[in-house]
């Protein structure tokens, strides 16, 4: 039964930990406006959630052994955060544009919460399945 739920629920669930991850890095761009140097970063949303759905770990950056009493290190299954484009960067070299981080914070955020929506009338269904 579990194989099952993972195969109706997967998709919702890498949908909303990789926009939960984006909001992530774009608040962080947001709260970081007025530092110097700093650089603007985010991620290919639609091959993230290619790459999270095929299995594959090209997005995810892996912890490496440098020394031989460490563990292995493991894929931490999110996409590695890039800079972003420089549309104009300030004199002190920071490349936080906020006109462009807000509107792809609220863009971000719409998404994140559809996706909640859409996977609560899921659940709801599936529960009205349940109970007959």
Known sequence: ???????????????????AQRQQLLATNIANADTPHYKAQDFDFAQA????MSGAAGHAQLLQRTHAAHQGGASS??????????????????????DVER????DNALRYEAGVTLLSSKLKGLLSVIQG
């Open 1 to 19: 039964m579990a194989g099952r739920l993972d195969e109706v629920l997967g998709f919702h669930e890498q949908t909303l930990r990789l926009r």
């Open 103 to 106: 509107s792809a914070f609220t």
């Open 77 to 98: 299954g999110l996409p590695q955060a890039q800079s972003r484009p420089v549309v104009q960067a300030s004199r002190d070299g920071n490349t936080v544009d906020l």
């Open 49 to 52: 959630m290619k790459a999270a």
